[in-house]
C-alpha cells in the first residue's frame, strides 16, 4: 500500500503563477523562476539562442547561453517539451513584462518530425482545408487556439450563470427514434439492425425537464444531415440549451437571455483578455447597454425604410436584412445585441405558442448578435389540447407525437426556453468568417476527420 | 422599439429563497409568502384541503380552506401548476419547519388526464421499464428525480474544479470516421451516403488538446454498440475525461482525481443535502480520508489471502475481486475509494505506457468507489517511435492510425488522463442497484424512447 502525495501537479511549473505574482510585485527582476512549456520558436545567435516558449496561454522569450557543460542549443527543436530554470529579467519591449535568462533547462520529450504548418510566425498563412487536415498541429497557432480557448469561456459562463439562477444541468439523449421537429434532415444510425436517429434537437426533453426541476439547461451536441456547404454551417455543433417553467410572458425567457449575455460579456472581457488581445477584439462593455427590442414585423419596415430597401418576403428575415438591423441597433441604440420577437407562425415549429392577439404570429423571438440570429426561442405550448390541434392543423401524425405530448397530458406549466448555437455565438462574437475557426474539429458534409 | 425589463423571472415565487430566508430568521410565522409549483398531492377534508406543491427541490405542504367566492377546491387536480399567496404558519412536524396558509391560489394550468404511475406516495412502485417508458411522469417523483439532480451535481463539480486547476474544457467530435479503441463495438452513421461511426472515446483528441492547452477536459457523451443487457451498462453515456500534459508520473494524474472526488464529495454534501436527505444516501466526509493505492499484483494477492479466495485470472479483477477490494479499504483505511495501479499490459489500450520497470504492466490504474471501478487512467506513450512500435507489436495497421500518430510526431510533452463513466459514478456514489436509475433517458440494446 502507498500514500498518494496530494500536492502533486499543482501548478508549479506554470508561468502563469509567476506572472500573477510579477504583476503583483511578489516576484521581482533577478528571481529564480521555474517554468515548463514547448519550444514555440529558435532564434539561433553566435553565441547563444532565443527560445519562446509556449505554455497553456502564453509566449515567453527566454535566452539560453549554454555555459560549461551545458546542452548545446542544437540538440533542442521547435515542438520540444521542456522544463527550465532561469533569471526573470524585466523587460518592457516584452508583451509579458519579463524575459527569462535560462540557468537550466531540460528536454522533456522531443518531436520526430517537423511541423507541416508554420505556428510561430504569426497568423497562420494557409488555408482552412490544410488547417483542418493538420489540426493536432496547427491549434498550436497562439491565434487558432484562443478562438478555441474563448468557447470554453462561453461554455463556462453559460453554466455558472444559469447554476447562479438556480437552473438544473441535465444530459439528453441523443440517440432517438424520431425527430424534434419532425425528422428531416437527420443522421441515420444502425442500432442493432434498427434504424435510429441522431437528434437535432434536445428539444422535447428539455420540455420534458422542466415539469421535473422547472428550470433547465443542456449543453449538448446536435446533429443536421443539411447539405450546405457555407462557411456559416457546421453538422454537428454544440447546443447550449435552457428551457423554464411558470414564466408570465416569452419576455422572460429573453430577460434572462439578456442578463446571460451580460454575464459572458463581463466574464469574458475579464478571464479572457490574453485570447481576446491576441485575436484583436475588443469586446465592448454591455453592462449598462439597453438591449432594443423590436417586433419582427416592426423592424423589416423600419430596415425598408431606412436602408431604401424593397420589403420582400414577410416570413422570414434574409442575411443582409439580419446584417442591416445589426448596423441600425449599433448606430442608434449602441446595442451589438437586438432582440427580434413575433417571428410569424407559419416560420416557427408546430410547439411555438400563438400570440393569442395575433395568431398568424408566435410569442417567439431570435436574438442576433452582430448582425447574425444566435438564439431561436420562444413559449411553448403547455396545454394539451391546445398541443394536439396545432399538430392536427399542420397534418402531422399525432400518433408519431406521443412521447411529446405524454408531457403535456400530465400537466404542464406554462414554458418556454431558448437555442443557441455554441459555434454560432463564439463566431459572431468574435468576428470570424467561418465557422470553422471556432470549432476545434468541424463535422461537415466533406469532413469528418481527424 | 421596447424596452426589456431585466428584473423579469428574478425567483419572485421560488420556496428556495423563502426557505432561505425562514431560516435565517427573514421571515417568521404570520408573515406572508407567494410561491408557485404543481400540486403534488391533494388530501381533500371536509370542509378544507391540504395541497402539497412540488417545486424544483421541495415539497411545501399547504392548507386550502375556499373563502366566500372563493374557487372551490374540487377545480384543482394534482399536476395542476399553480400560484399562490398564504401565511406562513411554523409546524415542527413538517419537513421545512413550516406550512403555508392559502389565501388565494391561482391555477395557471392543468392535465389533461391523471398521472399513469402513482408518483405522490414515497419510492415509485413499479418496474423499471414503466418507470422509463413514463419518463416525463416518473421523473416527477421526488426520489427519483433527486438521483438525477445529483448528476447535475457531480458534473458542475467537475467542471468547476477543473476550471479551478487551470484546466481548458473542449468540444470532441462525436462522428468521426475511426474507433479510439480500433473500432469495435462501434455505432454506425450513414454520413451523406458514406459510413461514419459514433465515437466510443474522446481519446485521441484530449490528447490532440494536451498539444495545444496542457491541461484539457471534456464532458461529453461516448457510445458503445456492446450487445450487453445488464443493470451496470447502457450504450450511450457521459463521458467525464480529461488529459494533462508535463507530468512526472502518472501519479500526478491520481492526486489531481483524488483531489477532485474530495472537492465533489464536499460540494455534494453541502449542496444537494435536500437531495442526499431524500434517497437516504450519507456521503462521508473524505476530506482527511487517505486514498489507498495498491499495485494490482497487490492488491490481488491480499484479497485472495484475507477473503480466503483462490487467486484467478491474473490480467483483470472480476466484479466480486472489486466488491472485496472496496470492503477490505472500507475496514481498513476507512476509505470508500481506492486507486489500483500497474494494471497489465495486454489488458490495457495500445497507447498506455508501460512500466520502464517491468513492461508486462502498465503506468495506468483505476479507481475504485464503494467496490467497482469508476475510473480507468493511466499515463499515454508520447514518443512517436515508441507508439509506432507499439501499434506495430500488437499487429495493428499503422496506417489506419496516421491521424493519431500525427500529434507524436510533431512532439507531445509526457502526458496522460482519465476517463470517469458519469453515470456509473453516480451510481456507485447513491448505491444504486440499477445505472438506469441515474439516467434520466438510458439507451440500452432495448430502448431508444422516450
Partial sequence: ??????????????????????????????????????????????SFAFFVIRTARCLVQCVYEPGEGGTSVNNFHEEDSVR????????????????????????LSGAAAPLPVVINKGKLNCNVDIKLDYRPASLRNPRERAAIKIVDGIINSFRTFLHGEGFTEFVPPKIVSAGAEGGADMFEVDYFGDKALLNQSPQMYKQIMVGVFKKVFTVAPVFRAE???TTRHINEFEGLDLEMGFI?????????????MKYMYKYLREEYAPELNILGVELPDISEV???????????EIIAKEYNREFRNPNDLDPEEERLIGEYCMKEYGSPLVFVTHYPSKKRPFY??????????????DLLLNGAEVTTGGQRIHDYQMQLDKINARGMDAEEFSDFLMMHKYGMPPHGGLG???ERLAMKLLGCDNIR??????????RIRP
Same sequence: chains 1, 2.
Fill in 1 to 46: 500500500m502507498e500514500i498518494l502525495d496530494l500536492t502533486r501537479y499543482t501548478g508549479k511549473y506554470d508561468v502563469e503563477g509567476v506572472i500573477e505574482n510579477f504583476e503583483k510585485g511578489g516576484i521581482k527582476s533577478g528571481d529564480t523562476v521555474e517554468i515548463e512549456g514547448m519550444i514555440h520558436r529558435i532564434r539561433s545567435m553566435k
Fill in 84 to 107: 527550465l530554470r532561469g533569471k526573470l529579467v524585466e523587460d518592457q519591449r516584452s508583451a509579458l513584462g519579463f524575459e527569462i535568462h535560462i540557468e537550466e533547462i531540460k528536454k
Fill in 227 to 229: 447539405k450546405h456547404s
Fill in 248 to 260: 408570465d410572458s416569452f419576455e422572460d425567457i429573453m430577460a434572462v437571455e439578456a442578463r446571460f
Fill in 290 to 300: 439597453q438591449i432594443p427590442v423590436f417586433k419582427f414585423m416592426e423592424i423589416k
Fill in 352 to 365: 411555438a405558442m400563438d400570440d393569442p392577439e395575433n395568431p398568424k404570429y408566435t410569442l417567439s423571438f
Fill in 420 to 422: 443557441i448555437g455554441l
Fill in 437 to 446: 475557426t471556432v470549432t476545434a474539429f468541424p463535422r461537415d458534409i466533406g
